[in-house]
């Protein structure tokens, strides 16, 4: 009897079997393709096993609530072929066994809370910066939802005095996504954010918008720790930054542990997500 999991991004899908010591005995990487490609090879990927329960983290935004027709629909996504699909009805017509349907970051933010960086606590809010910026939060060892799930890339962030970029956004420009994430980085100073030098001046600006960010999400859902991964966070001096940011704007009103336990790089570097599906399969069955 093995999990599964399906860490399903835009640019691939990761899959994952594991046995019952939750140990990763099969594994491959996708390219996302159209919804029917993808998804045949991994059904076909998945075929020699014989699968208990499976997990889905995937990009979003999806629908979450069971009660609305949206129900397990990838949403308002540019990726051709995959807006509006019904992306768990066709994993559900080929496996009669639990599914979690959930986002990709609530799945890494569930990863980093039982194997990752968060262990030992009940809640923790996973922020990835990298194509996007996303995040996932579980309270409670619960994966956190509502109407809908968390889209904490897209809230609003006081600006910088110095900038006066507009903003990479289709939808609100500005938001923190707009200004932060990999392509607003590269935008604003014409080169890829892997070689832009550490002196830049661009990642004072940066952690300024994340640290402000993270204070917003502490003052509105004060996790227990704050995990942060994705391409942009592989700038080591970044942390240190963010947590100066984070501390400077908090301006002490709302004492959090030490900002160096409190704010953090992921402990499952790109495999907090897939990680998170097969742990949410286990649970899902017991
Ligand atoms: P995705 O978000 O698509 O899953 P990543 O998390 O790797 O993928 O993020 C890709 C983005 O991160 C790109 O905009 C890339 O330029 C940027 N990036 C990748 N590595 C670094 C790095 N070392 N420093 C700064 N930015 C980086
Ligand atoms: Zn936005």
């Known amino acids: 009897m093995y999990f599964c999991g399906i860490e399903a991004g835009g640019t691939k899908f990761i899959c994952a079997v594991s046995d019952q010591e939750q140990k990763i005995i ?31 983290g995937s990009f979003g935004p999806i629908g979450i609530d069971p009660e609305q027709e949206n129900y397990g629909y990838v949403l308002a996504t540019p990726k051709p072929g995959w807006k509006n699909f019904d992306f768990l009805g066709s994993v559900k017509a080929h496996y ?28 923790c809010l996973y922020l990835t910066v990298g194509t996007g910026i996303g995040g996932g939060v ?31 956004c289709p939808y609100h420009k500005d938001c923190l996504e707009g200004l932060a994430a990999g392509p ?21 600006l940066q952690a300024y918008y994340i640290g402000q960010a993270l204070m917003t999400y502490v003052l509105s859902l004060a996790p227990e720790k704050i995990v942060l991964g994705g391409g942009v966070m592989n700038q080591e001096h970044m942390l240190m930054r963010i947590r100066q940011a984070f501390v400077a704007q908090m301006a002490n009103y709302v004492e959090t542990p030490a900002v160096e336990d409190y704010i953090v790089r992921w402990g499952l570097p790109n495999e907090s997500g897939i990680i998170g599906c097969l742990l949410l399969a286990e649970e899902a069955l017991s």
């Open 96 to 123: 009669s066994i639990p599914i979690v349907w959930t986002t990709d970051v609530n799945a890494a933010a569930f990863g980093e809370l039982k194997k990752g960086a968060a262990q030992g606590k009940k809640s």
């Open 26 to 56: 099969d594994k491959v990487s996708i390219p996302t393709t159209t919804p029917e490609e993808t998804l045949a090879q991994v059904f076909a990927f998945f075929q020699p096993y014989q699968l208990a329960a499976m997990g889905i």
């Open 184 to 204: 607003a980085l590269e935008a604003r100073t014409g080169i890829k954010g892997q070689d832009l030098p550490e002196d830049h001046l661009i990642w004072e």
């Open 138 to 168: 579980v309270l409670d060892g619960k994966i956190f939802s509502g109407i809908t799930h968390p889209e904490l890339g897209h809230i609003h962030v006081k600006r910088h005095p110095a900038d006066d970029y507009e903003g990479t």
